[in-house]
Nanobody, 121 residues
């Protein structure tokens, strides 16, 4: 019953910006780390950015200085602000979160369905 839903993807020219959002819904007790991954055609899914429950962040070298991950704990939402986009950023972007559902003892990992980001040259 816990679900992650991404939004904000689309088509943008190189150098442009997009902001992705991912909201967790359902019977949630708490959310620990949240993250964004991406997967380009023919490639493995790769980690883009992570953020802890306290707001500490980490980024892939390829996006460092261009992307910013943030979260709003009151809204169970994580964001990915993407600036200075490059064609190589084109991928399906997936939200990931470690969530403790109500009445469950441990955290489990949940994935969103993905949102397409296409950057044209």
């Amino acid at each position: 019953q816990v679900q992650l839903v991404e939004s904000g993807g689309g088509l943008v020219q190189a150098g442009g910006s997009l902001r992705l959002s991912c909201r967790a819904s359902g019977s949630i007790f708490s959310i620990n780390a949240m993250a964004w991954y991406r997967q380009a055609p023919g490639k493995q899914r790769e980690l883009v950015a992570t953020i802890t429950s306290r707001g500490s962040t980490n980024y892939a070298d390829s996006v460092k200085g261009r992307f910013t991950i943030s979260r709003d704990n009151a809204k169970n939402t994580v964001y990915l602000q993407m600036n200075s986009l490059k064609p190589e950023d084109t991928a399906v972007y997936y939200c990931n979160a470690d969530i403790s559902p109500r009445l469950m003892a441990d955290y489990s990992t949940y994935w969103g369905q993905g949102t397409q980001v296409t950057v044209s040259s």
